[in-house]
């Protein structure tokens, strides 16, 4: 058909108002955009990115930049959100520039973004009291202590689906209002206004200190530790405990609903989507049915399994968390195995020890020997997140003997993601009393062979990645394509899901025991350091 349509278009220019004519009788007809696109911010932790994508899910167009990570000392990690803004505009003006479009070719744009991560600003300066505190950081621990002291840790389990831990919103806000000057009396007045990376991007998108919308989606709300599971609201009780005043809270909208409309680099193109980034995944992954799950190795490794309608408590160091929310439809959850440490133990190989100059040497490194030599790496860099929660857990190298060299640290680093994931795994599955029969994979490390040849060999099923694995991305690009009709249902999103790649078990059983044995051991010794 487009054949055609270039062939009139070339032999009869002056017929090309004509044509105008019938594309917009056609999109009249029809409701639906012909050559429309939707854009996707997906503002992660360690850089921005700006996606285009068209109607069968394929990537048109990308502008990515990197942020720099901020140690101010061990165990604190912060981002400068003033740089992140900026580059959120450089990276959609990049995206829409190399695809040579322009804002009108965009029907909506959707939103995602590193969860948990906390920035307080002033809503009349639109400048930051702090660098937004990242969700690996660990200064809240003692928090953490005190609260656990009545109730225990899961005292705020029932109504939020999480255990007391350094990961999640909640006491990042508290630690800002006890150590920041003046914070507090802006906050109860409403002029220090908090949100995570979304609410904050979407502020700024839609005009901030000229009338910016303060909102927020279910997920990324689920994450804050005082939203409650059940009426979707912020808990009044949690907040008084913590002593958080609400008036700096965001209003909680739905994932996939017209929010607003943008200004300024994407001027009057609607703001329609935000999920955050694992949920936001498990959508790109159309893991839509209950029981279907998902795992993306990032900079953590996050699995998340749909369950439907309805809360499904976890008995074993699983997080009970919002999946998504489209429109006015009822809201789905999940279980979810979060780990904090995948992709940026290859990170901290290549920027603190200088074993490799860059990410993807890891692999070349780690096939020079046949085996991990007896080494094992437990990453415990912010304590250890599912499914032992143990905050005061350090990270360690076990088994170094004089054998082991670089390349055997190299390859105990990757297998420290896949054993993480084995025990995320086998968590969902004694949770739901179900074996799963195959693994869907994303994010950035499924690059690698030997990772996902070696995670399959652990789980004994399948490990499948798909065709697309920006599914971060394209998950918020879902949301805000339903919200305006560019996609009309999930069935449509359905249909652009396909298999780039499978790695089957190649394993022998005595050989993968002992090596999660082997695992199991060293995940021991790196509890109870920190005091
Ligand atoms: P995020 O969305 O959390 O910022 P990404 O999905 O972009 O993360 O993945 C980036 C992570 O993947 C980084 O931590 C990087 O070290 C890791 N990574 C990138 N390429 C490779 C590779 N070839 N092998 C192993 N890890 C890799």
Redesign the pocket.
């Given at each position: 058909m487009w054949l055609f349509l270039l062939t009139i278009l070339t032999s009869y220019p002056h017929k090309l108002s004509r044509f105008n004519d019938i594309l917009y009788l056609y999109e009249s007809f029809t409701q639906k955009p012909l050559f429309m696109y939707i854009g996707s911010i997906d503002q992660?932790?360690?850089?921005t990115r700006f996606i285009i994508f068209d109607k069968q899910g394929n990537q048109i167009s990308v502008g990515q930049k990197e942020h720099k990570q901020i140690y101010p000392q061990a165990g604190w990690v912060e981002h400068d959100t003033n740089e992140i803004w900026q580059n959120t505009q450089e990276v959609i003006g990049l995206a829409l520039g190399k695809a040579n479009l322009s804002t009108t070719d965009i029907a909506a744009v959707g939103i995602t973004n590193?969860r948990e991560t906390t920035v307080v600003w002033n809503k009349n300066t639109g400048q930051p009291y702090y660098n937004a505190i990242v969700w690996q950081d660990t200064r809240v621990g003692n928090m953490v202590v005190e609260l656990t002291k009545d109730g225990g840790v899961d005292r705020f389990r029932d109504k939020t689906g999480l255990p007391l831990a350094t990961y999640f919103s909640g006491l990042k806000i508290k630690w800002l209002l006890e150590n920041v000057e003046g914070l507090r009396e802006d906050a109860e007045q409403g002029i220090a206004i908090f949100g995570n990376m979304d609410t904050f991007i979407i502020w700024h998108l839609t005009g901030g200190t000229d009338g910016g919308i303060h909102i927020t989606d279910v997920t990324n709300a689920s994450r804050t530790q005082l939203m409650d599971l059940k009426t979707l609201a912020w808990d009044n009780d949690i907040l008084a405990t913590l002593n958080i005043p609400k008036a700096m809270l965001p209003t909680i909208k739905s994932s996939s609903e017209i929010y607003g409309e943008a200004r300024g680099v994407l001027a009057s193109v609607p703001v329609a989507g935000d999920l955050g980034?694992q949920q936001a995944a498990l959508v790109g992954q159309t893991c839509f049915a209950p029981g279907e799950a998902k795992n993306t190795y990032?900079?953590?490794c996050f699995m998340l399994k749909n369950t439907g309608t309805k809360i499904m408590p976890s008995k074993h160091g699983l997080l009970t968390t919002v999946a998504y929310q489209f429109g006015n439809q009822p809201v789905n959850y999940a279980l979810e195995g979060s780990v904090a440490i995948a992709?940026?133990l290859?990170?901290w190989l290549r920027d603190n020890l200088g074993i490799i100059k860059k990410?993807?040497d890891?692999?070349t490194l780690a096939k020079t020997v046949e085996d991990n030599g007896g080494c094992y790496v437990v990453p415990a860099f912010s304590g250890l997140y599912a499914p032992y929660w143990k905050a005061d857990a350090r990270g360690i190298i076990a088994g170094l003997t004089s054998y082991v060299n670089k390349a055997h640290i190299a390859r105990a680093a990757?297998e420290a993601t896949a054993f993480q994931t084995l025990e995320v795994l086998e968590a969902m599955e004694k949770d739901s009393g179900i074996k799963i029969s195959s693994l869907r994979v994303d994010?950035?490390?499924v690059?690698?062979q030997t990772?996902m040849q070696f995670q399959a060999d652990l789980v004994e099923v399948p490990v499948v990645c798909p065709a697309m694995i920006e599914t971060?991305a394209l998950g918020a690009a879902y949301a805000a394509g339903l919200a305006v009709g560019y996609w009309t249902d999930l069935d449509d999103l359905k249909q652009n899901w396909g298999i780039a790649h499978t790695w089957k078990p190649n394993m022998e059983e005595a050989k993968r025991d002992n090596l999660v044995h082997y695992w199991k051991k060293a995940v021991a010794r790196s509890f109870d350091w920190e005091e």
């Open positions: 992660g932790t360690t850089s590193q980034d990032g900079t953590g992709g940026s290859v990170q990410s993807s890891i692999e990757l994010g950035g490390m690059v690698n990772l971060t």
